[in-house]
């Protein structure tokens, strides 16, 4: 999916908690609760999405007992590696610079789709003023551009408001996350190619729970074996490619 940037402020946080045996704690997964259809807050506050479903499947699965925590993204990393939760499941993409600081389970998805989105069809990217969420791979690929402007926000809904007031030409985010946005509002519109970022989506752990990434790296796998993991990605996640 999306996700990138990490502070210096995460990477100096240590570990303020190691996980337990399962059977002597309860396992709490951390996730936005604020990226339909991956993770968001349904009408009665609980988390739902793609990620719930997975996420309780993967638990049961592992014969682990769960519970949701909700976290603002630009301090997810750092408050897992505190411990205020034992794992992230909340469509952070799999980078080099985040496995620097965490670990990672397999993919739960494949590299997703990226795609812009503005007002107008006559946008020339490689010049335009072009919104992301901060700490996200979509943020990184902007900034990364030559002659790109990148104007960043908190949360991904932000972005989209900066292109329908004018403070933003396009906002570049998941294609899963865009899709009903702009199945929602004519004035929107997809725009350019389709951009390929990360390698999948997955868990993250602190470095110190491995026993516990690896109890969650093999549900995973069974559920890519029996082919349920593809029923949800089709489910949730229709744009998005198959294992």
Same mark, same amino acid.
């Given at each position: 999916?999306?996700?990138?940037? &990490? ?5 100096? *946080? ?25 993770? $968001? ?16 499947? &993967? ?44 670990? $990672? ?47 960043? $926000? ?33 004035? &929107? ?6 951009? *390929? *970022? ?17 109890? $969650? ?11 349920? *993991? ?14």
């Amino acid at each position: 999916m999306r996700r990138l940037i &990490l502070t210096t402020a995460a990477i100096a *946080l240590s570990a303020g908690a190691v996980f337990a045996a399962a059977h002597e704690q309860t396992v709490r997964l951390g996730t936005e609760g604020a990226y339909a259809p991956y993770n $968001f807050l349904n009408d009665a506050g609980e988390v739902d999405g793609f990620e719930r479903e997975l996420g309780d499947e &993967l638990c049961a699965r592992a014969e682990l007992t769960c519970e949701w925590v909700t976290n603002e993204w630009d301090s997810i990393i750092p408050n897992l590696v505190s411990g205020n939760y034992d794992a992230i499941i909340a469509g952070m993409s799999i980078t080099e610079e985040r496995d620097e600081v965490i670990d $990672f389970s397999a993919p739960y998805t494949q590299p997703d789709p990226s795609v812009y989105v503005a007002a107008s069809e006559d946008i020339d990217l490689s010049s335009a003023v072009i919104a992301a969420q901060a700490g996200t791979i979509q943020a990184s690929e902007v900034a990364s551009m030559e002659g790109a402007v990148l104007v960043e $926000f908190a949360t991904p809904e932000e972005t989209v408001a900066a292109v329908k007031n004018g403070e933003a030409d396009a906002v570049l985010a998941d294609k899963a996350f865009l899709v009903p946005v702009v199945d929602a509002d004519p004035e &929107l519109m997809m725009v350019g190619e389709d951009v *390929l *970022l990360g390698g999948g989506i997955g868990m993250g752990f602190r470095e110190s729970d491995a026993e516990l990434r690896e109890k $969650f790296t093999a549900a995973i796998e069974s559920m890519k074996e029996d082919g349920s *993991l593809n029923a949800l990605i089709e489910k949730w996640l229709p744009e998005s490619a198959t294992f």
